[in-house]
Protein backbone atom coordinates (compact mmCIF):
# COMPACT_ATOMS: atom_id res chain seq x y z
CA UNK A 1 0.00 0.00 0.00
CA UNK A 2 2.77 2.18 1.19
CA UNK A 3 4.72 1.76 -2.54
CA UNK A 4 1.54 2.44 -4.31
CA UNK A 5 0.87 5.64 -2.55
CA UNK A 6 4.78 6.66 -4.16
CA UNK A 7 3.97 5.52 -7.08
CA UNK A 8 1.05 7.43 -7.17
CA UNK A 9 2.39 10.45 -5.52
CA UNK A 10 5.33 10.57 -8.40
CA UNK A 11 3.19 10.11 -10.94
CA UNK A 12 1.48 13.00 -10.04
CA UNK A 13 4.06 15.09 -9.86
CA UNK A 14 5.35 14.30 -12.89
CA UNK A 15 2.15 14.94 -14.71
CA UNK A 16 2.09 18.47 -12.91
CA UNK A 17 5.55 19.34 -14.24
CA UNK A 18 4.84 18.32 -17.32
CA UNK A 19 1.57 20.61 -17.39
CA UNK A 20 3.91 23.43 -15.94
CA UNK A 21 5.92 22.64 -19.30
CA UNK A 22 2.95 23.23 -21.64
CA UNK A 23 1.79 25.75 -19.99
CA UNK A 24 5.36 27.79 -20.26
CA UNK A 25 5.62 26.66 -24.12
CA UNK A 26 2.14 27.61 -24.57
CA UNK A 27 2.62 31.33 -23.19
CA UNK A 28 6.01 31.33 -25.50
CA UNK A 29 4.27 30.24 -28.47
CA UNK A 30 1.45 33.15 -27.92
CA UNK A 31 3.63 35.87 -27.49
CA UNK A 32 6.72 34.65 -30.18
CA UNK A 33 5.14 32.36 -32.65
CA UNK A 34 6.20 28.70 -32.50
CA UNK A 35 9.17 29.37 -34.87
CA UNK A 36 11.01 31.60 -32.63
CA UNK A 37 10.32 29.68 -29.46
CA UNK A 38 13.50 27.49 -28.58
CA UNK A 39 14.01 24.63 -25.96
CA UNK A 40 15.77 26.52 -24.28
CA UNK A 41 14.05 29.83 -23.35
CA UNK A 42 10.57 26.80 -22.62
CA UNK A 43 13.13 26.00 -20.26
CA UNK A 44 13.89 28.86 -18.58
CA UNK A 45 10.05 30.21 -18.54
CA UNK A 46 9.52 26.67 -16.71
CA UNK A 47 11.83 27.38 -14.37
CA UNK A 48 13.46 24.21 -14.90
CA UNK A 49 17.38 23.28 -16.25
CA UNK A 50 17.18 22.65 -20.14
CA UNK A 51 18.04 18.22 -19.26
CA UNK A 52 14.96 18.16 -17.21
CA UNK A 53 13.21 19.44 -20.03
CA UNK A 54 14.32 16.41 -22.19
CA UNK A 55 13.78 13.94 -19.22
CA UNK A 56 9.80 15.01 -20.20
CA UNK A 57 9.98 16.02 -24.01
CA UNK A 58 12.82 14.39 -26.71
CA UNK A 59 12.65 17.64 -28.61
CA UNK A 60 10.83 20.66 -29.85
CA UNK A 61 8.67 18.81 -32.34
CA UNK A 62 7.51 16.56 -29.20
CA UNK A 63 6.46 20.03 -27.39
CA UNK A 64 4.51 20.92 -30.12
CA UNK A 65 2.40 17.64 -30.48
CA UNK A 66 1.77 17.50 -26.86
CA UNK A 67 -0.03 21.57 -27.25
CA UNK A 68 -1.49 20.11 -29.84
CA UNK A 69 -3.16 17.28 -28.45
CA UNK A 70 -4.46 19.92 -25.86
CA UNK A 71 -5.67 22.22 -28.31
CA UNK A 72 -8.00 19.73 -30.37
CA UNK A 73 -9.09 18.44 -26.67
CA UNK A 74 -10.03 21.79 -25.68
CA UNK A 75 -11.66 22.45 -29.35
CA UNK A 76 -13.91 18.91 -29.03
CA UNK A 77 -15.15 20.22 -25.07
CA UNK A 78 -16.00 23.36 -27.25
CA UNK A 79 -17.81 21.22 -29.95
CA UNK A 80 -19.64 19.54 -27.30
CA UNK A 81 -21.20 22.39 -25.67
CA UNK A 82 -22.39 24.19 -29.17
CA UNK A 83 -23.81 20.93 -29.73
CA UNK A 84 -25.94 20.67 -26.76
CA UNK A 85 -26.89 24.18 -27.58
CA UNK A 86 -29.06 23.34 -30.58
CA UNK A 87 -31.87 21.29 -30.78
CA UNK A 88 -32.05 21.06 -34.57
CA UNK A 89 -29.39 19.32 -37.05
CA UNK A 90 -28.78 22.19 -39.02
CA UNK A 91 -28.29 24.50 -36.15
CA UNK A 92 -25.89 22.46 -34.43
CA UNK A 93 -23.64 22.03 -37.09
CA UNK A 94 -23.58 26.13 -37.88
CA UNK A 95 -23.06 26.16 -33.70
CA UNK A 96 -20.30 24.01 -34.09
CA UNK A 97 -18.74 26.22 -36.82
CA UNK A 98 -19.10 29.39 -35.26
CA UNK A 99 -17.86 27.93 -32.00
CA UNK A 100 -14.25 27.12 -34.07
CA UNK A 101 -14.43 30.60 -35.28
CA UNK A 102 -14.67 31.95 -31.70
CA UNK A 103 -12.02 29.66 -30.64
CA UNK A 104 -9.56 30.35 -33.06
CA UNK A 105 -9.93 34.18 -32.50
CA UNK A 106 -9.61 33.40 -28.34
CA UNK A 107 -6.31 30.86 -28.76
CA UNK A 108 -5.00 31.72 -32.30
CA UNK A 109 -1.55 29.86 -30.88
CA UNK A 110 -3.56 26.61 -30.61
CA UNK A 111 -5.07 27.27 -34.42
CA UNK A 112 -1.54 27.26 -35.44
CA UNK A 113 -1.05 24.26 -33.89
CA UNK A 114 -3.54 22.24 -34.76
CA UNK A 115 -3.11 23.75 -38.30
CA UNK A 116 0.86 22.82 -38.27
CA UNK A 117 0.02 19.14 -36.63
CA UNK A 118 -2.38 18.49 -40.19
CA UNK A 119 0.36 19.29 -42.32
CA UNK A 120 3.36 17.72 -41.10
CA UNK A 121 4.22 14.87 -43.27
CA UNK A 122 2.87 11.47 -42.46
CA UNK A 123 0.67 13.04 -39.45
CA UNK A 124 -1.63 10.38 -39.51
CA UNK A 125 0.58 7.38 -39.84
CA UNK A 126 3.95 8.09 -37.95
CA UNK A 127 4.45 5.53 -35.36
CA UNK A 128 5.83 7.72 -32.09
CA UNK A 129 7.39 5.27 -29.33
CA UNK A 130 5.31 7.14 -26.71
CA UNK A 131 2.26 7.46 -28.47
CA UNK A 132 1.76 10.90 -28.64
CA UNK A 133 0.97 11.12 -31.93
CA UNK A 134 -1.44 8.64 -31.82
CA UNK A 135 -2.95 10.89 -28.50
CA UNK A 136 -2.92 13.80 -31.16
CA UNK A 137 -4.89 11.76 -33.67
CA UNK A 138 -7.61 10.11 -31.08
CA UNK A 139 -7.88 13.88 -30.31
CA UNK A 140 -8.94 14.93 -33.91
CA UNK A 141 -10.72 12.24 -35.05
CA UNK A 142 -12.78 12.65 -31.85
CA UNK A 143 -12.80 17.02 -32.26
CA UNK A 144 -14.44 15.31 -36.04
CA UNK A 145 -17.05 12.79 -34.92
CA UNK A 146 -18.53 15.69 -32.59
CA UNK A 147 -19.17 17.41 -35.95
CA UNK A 148 -20.46 14.34 -37.99
CA UNK A 149 -22.64 13.42 -34.92
CA UNK A 150 -24.24 17.26 -35.41
CA UNK A 151 -24.62 15.92 -39.39
CA UNK A 152 -26.36 12.33 -38.66
CA UNK A 153 -28.89 14.48 -36.31
CA UNK A 154 -29.93 16.96 -39.27
CA UNK A 155 -30.09 13.67 -41.43
CA UNK A 156 -32.16 12.36 -39.08
CA UNK A 157 -34.23 15.41 -38.37
CA UNK A 158 -34.69 16.16 -42.00
CA UNK A 159 -32.50 19.73 -41.68
CA UNK A 160 -29.56 18.79 -43.80
CA UNK A 161 -30.00 16.67 -46.61
CA UNK A 162 -28.86 13.65 -47.34
CA UNK A 163 -27.29 14.73 -50.65
CA UNK A 164 -24.34 15.69 -48.43
CA UNK A 165 -23.48 11.94 -48.22
CA UNK A 166 -21.39 10.02 -45.64
CA UNK A 167 -21.52 12.19 -42.10
CA UNK A 168 -17.79 11.70 -41.45
CA UNK A 169 -16.68 13.13 -44.89
CA UNK A 170 -19.02 15.65 -45.05
CA UNK A 171 -17.32 16.64 -41.40
CA UNK A 172 -13.99 16.45 -42.84
CA UNK A 173 -15.60 18.53 -45.66
CA UNK A 174 -17.03 21.68 -43.50
CA UNK A 175 -14.01 21.43 -41.09
CA UNK A 176 -11.54 22.27 -44.50
CA UNK A 177 -14.14 25.04 -45.76
CA UNK A 178 -14.17 26.60 -41.91
CA UNK A 179 -10.59 26.31 -41.50
CA UNK A 180 -9.67 27.80 -44.53
CA UNK A 181 -12.00 30.65 -44.42
CA UNK A 182 -10.42 31.39 -40.68
CA UNK A 183 -6.76 31.28 -41.95
CA UNK A 184 -7.77 33.50 -44.93
CA UNK A 185 -9.71 36.16 -42.32
CA UNK A 186 -6.85 36.04 -40.31
CA UNK A 187 -3.78 36.09 -42.63
CA UNK A 188 -6.04 38.62 -45.80
CA UNK A 189 -7.04 41.33 -43.77
CA UNK A 190 -6.05 44.28 -46.14
CA UNK A 191 -7.32 41.97 -49.07
CA UNK A 192 -10.43 41.54 -47.42
CA UNK A 193 -10.34 45.48 -46.69
CA UNK A 194 -9.89 45.66 -50.32
CA UNK A 195 -12.77 44.28 -51.34
CA UNK A 196 -14.82 46.19 -48.27
CA UNK A 197 -15.04 43.30 -46.24
CA UNK A 198 -14.57 42.53 -42.49
CA UNK A 199 -13.64 39.08 -41.06
CA UNK A 200 -17.06 39.05 -39.15
CA UNK A 201 -18.58 39.36 -42.57
CA UNK A 202 -16.45 36.86 -44.56
CA UNK A 203 -17.90 34.43 -41.88
CA UNK A 204 -21.41 35.20 -41.80
CA UNK A 205 -20.97 34.79 -45.72
CA UNK A 206 -19.38 31.30 -45.38
CA UNK A 207 -22.17 29.82 -42.97
CA UNK A 208 -24.70 31.24 -44.89
CA UNK A 209 -23.39 29.44 -48.43
CA UNK A 210 -22.90 26.01 -45.78
CA UNK A 211 -26.15 26.12 -44.96
CA UNK A 212 -27.64 26.88 -48.30
CA UNK A 213 -25.80 23.61 -49.48
CA UNK A 214 -26.60 21.43 -46.81
CA UNK A 215 -30.48 22.47 -46.95
CA UNK A 216 -32.74 19.90 -48.77
CA UNK A 217 -34.16 21.38 -51.89
CA UNK A 218 -37.96 21.07 -52.51
Given amino acids: ?54 VYFRDKDDVLLAISELAMSDLRRRFAIAVQSRSVGIDKVEAVGRAYVEWALAAPHRFDACARFQARPGATSTPEPDGTLQSCQAAGDAVLAEVAGAVVVGLTDGSISPAVGDPAVFAITLWGCTHGVIQIAMTKGEELARFGLKAEALYDNAFCALRLAMTPKN
Fill in 1 to 54: MAMSYVVQRREEERERRRQEILTAAEDLYARRGWDAVTMDQIARQARLSRALLY
